[in-house]
């Protein structure tokens, strides 16, 4: 409509009815409460040829399975994150993404052009910052892969019974959250002046700790990860960065 089209190319379907409501759980104690941060953002490129192909290699060769390039990319972040920020040993650091559930309401969903409405479920791994710290980037590439396993009995679970304990999480410094942004498509979108160069989200005034981390593609020609980190303090924010171009 931006170009002056009279109506959008593809359309928009809602049906909010046919998304399933899960049972309704009570809640119980206060409601969550945000640590306010002074987090800073920062940009990295990960490419796929000097970085992410090697790492997914030596996974395959010391596990005889596979893993993505979203898994690399995370395992990294969360090692990177939970030496930074320096916690004590024992202190959990939680690593938490969002995964599609789309493929689990096949039949339940319209499967129409056009059906827009998110289809999301939070999955998450908490561990001590010692076994984070001690565990190597081919074990922590492990929990993620076992996390998004773990997806389709715990969506299924929570229909059921409209339970989810991520909501019993601190949400604090020790907890990092990223989002895939690669395949929403905003890197195609054109307005009439052809596509962006850039994309980015506006959260500058974000300081809890939900700014995390944002996945996009590297432009063209070049393959990769363009990471928008927003999940760590100033102080931090040096060896965050280090620890990530070491691997």
Same mark, same amino acid.
């Given at each position: 409509?931006?170009?002056?089209?009279?109506?959008?190319?593809?359309?928009?379907?809602?049906?909010?009815?046919?998304?399933?409501?899960?049972?309704?759980?009570?809640?119980?104690?206060?409601?969550?409460?945000?640590?306010?941060?002074?987090?800073?953002?920062?940009?990295?490129?990960?490419?796929?040829? +000097?970085?992410?192909?090697?790492?997914?290699?030596?996974? &395959?060769?010391?596990?005889? %399975?596979?893993? $993505?390039?979203? !898994? @690399?990319?995370?395992?990294?972040?969360?090692?990177?994150?939970?030496?930074?920020?320096?916690?004590?040993?024992?202190?959990?650091?939680?690593?938490?993404?969002?995964?599609?559930?789309?493929?689990?309401?096949?039949?339940?969903?319209?499967?129409?052009?056009?059906?827009?409405? +998110?289809?999301?479920?939070?999955?998450?791994?908490?561990? &001590?910052?010692?076994?984070? %710290?001690?565990? $190597?980037?081919? !074990? @922590?590439?492990?929990?993620?892969?076992?996390?998004?396993?773990?997806?389709?009995?715990?969506?299924?679970?929570?229909?059921?019974?409209?339970?989810?304990?991520?909501?019993?999480?601190?949400?604090?410094?020790?907890?990092?959250?990223?989002?895939?942004?690669?395949?929403?498509?905003?890197?195609?979108?054109?307005?009439?002046?052809?596509?962006?160069?850039?994309?980015?989200?506006?959260?500058?005034?974000?300081?809890?700790?939900?700014?995390?981390?944002?996945?996009?593609?590297?432009?063209?020609?070049?393959?990769?990860?363009?990471?928008?980190?927003?999940?760590?303090?100033?102080?931090?924010?040096?060896?965050?960065?280090?620890?990530?171009?070491?691997?």
């Amino acid at each position: 409509m931006a170009r002056g089209l009279p109506e959008p190319t593809v359309k928009a379907v809602w049906s909010r009815e046919s998304i399933p409501d899960p049972p309704k759980v009570p809640l119980s104690g206060p409601p969550p409460s945000f640590t306010a941060l002074n987090l800073v953002t920062s940009v990295i490129e990960i490419s796929h040829d +000097n970085m992410i192909n090697r790492i997914k290699n030596k996974f &395959t060769a010391e596990t005889a %399975n596979k893993c $993505s390039s979203f !898994d @690399v990319v995370s395992a990294m972040i969360f090692k990177s994150r939970a030496k930074a920020i320096k916690l004590a040993d024992t202190a959990e650091v939680v690593f938490v993404f969002v995964t599609s559930t789309r493929h689990l309401l096949h039949g339940i969903l319209p499967s129409v052009e056009g059906y827009y409405g +998110n289809c999301l479920y939070t999955c998450w791994i908490s561990k &001590t910052t010692g076994e984070i %710290n001690n565990a $190597s980037l081919v !074990d @922590v590439i492990t929990l993620i892969k076992d996390a998004k396993d773990a997806r389709s009995t715990k969506f299924v679970d929570w229909m059921n019974s409209g339970s989810n304990t991520f909501y019993n999480l601190p949400m604090d410094y020790s907890m990092v959250i990223v989002s895939d942004w690669r395949w929403v498509g905003f890197n195609e979108v054109d307005y009439g002046w052809g596509k962006p160069k850039y994309v980015f989200p506006l959260e500058n005034d974000e300081n809890i700790v939900r700014g995390g981390v944002i996945y996009f593609q590297t432009p063209m020609p070049t393959q990769g990860f363009r990471l928008i980190f927003r999940c760590v303090e100033k102080e931090h924010l040096t060896e965050f960065c280090d620890n990530l171009l070491k691997f």
